[in-house]
């Protein structure tokens, strides 16, 4: 009996998420505000929206907001109106940041040079391709029986 892929991804992910999850502790974080700071540190536009976070992340906009709001409140980062749009709220890093975003960049790098290290170009080409497999059908679409 072969092994089911969606849920050995599943474990796989939920250790990821404990990895960056014993990480971020360090800065009293978890692993997705870790991820925002190093979304966020990355983007070289100044007007990075709250949907821009929710597209990346995959996230409702009520899941992004209660998250940002957190982060808010941590002083990590801000949030305001759009300057092109008051409609939508940008979202900007704070100072307080600052010391965090080399170490959290670090992190990342090293846990992809892991991959790159382990694995050769043309599987972690297969293996992106499986997860946007993944993130870009439905449920319904990779379903071959129907119940």
Same mark, same amino acid.
């Given at each position: 009996?072969?092994?089911?892929?969606? &849920?050995?991804?599943?474990?796989?992910?939920?250790?990821?998420?404990?990895?960056?999850?014993?990480?971020?502790?360090?800065?009293?974080?978890?692993?997705?505000?870790?991820? $925002?700071?190093?979304?966020?540190?990355?983007?070289?536009?100044?007007?990075?929206?709250?949907?821009?976070?929710?597209?990346?992340?995959?996230?409702?906009?009520?899941?992004?907001? #209660?998250?940002?709001?957190?982060?808010?409140?941590?002083?990590?980062? #801000? &949030?305001?109106?759009?300057?092109?749009?008051?409609?939508?709220?940008? #979202?900007?890093?704070?100072?307080?940041?600052?010391?965090?975003?080399? &170490?959290?960049?670090?992190?990342?790098?090293?846990?992809?040079?892991?991959?790159?290290?382990?694995?050769?170009?043309?599987? $972690?080409?297969?293996?992106?391709? $499986?997860?946007?497999?993944?993130?870009?059908?439905?449920?319904?679409? &990779?379903?071959?029986?129907?119940?």
């Amino acid at each position: 009996m072969s092994q089911n892929t969606g &849920r050995l991804l599943k474990k796989a992910a939920n250790q990821l998420t404990k990895d960056f999850d014993q990480f971020a502790s360090n800065f009293d974080l978890t692993s997705t505000q870790m991820s $925002i700071i190093d979304y966020l540190s990355r983007q070289s536009h100044p007007d990075v929206l709250q949907k821009d976070i929710e597209i990346e992340f995959n996230i409702q906009r009520s899941t992004a907001t #209660v998250l940002l709001q957190r982060m808010e409140r941590k002083q990590l980062l #801000v &949030r305001h109106p759009s300057r092109h749009d008051a409609r939508q709220k940008a #979202v900007q890093l704070t100072a307080k940041t600052n010391p965090l975003i080399e &170490r959290i960049g670090t992190y990342m790098e090293q846990q992809q040079q892991k991959l790159t290290t382990n694995f050769l170009p043309s599987e $972690i080409e297969t293996f992106e391709t $499986i997860l946007n497999y993944y993130l870009h059908t439905t449920a319904s679409e &990779r379903s071959t029986n129907e119940y």
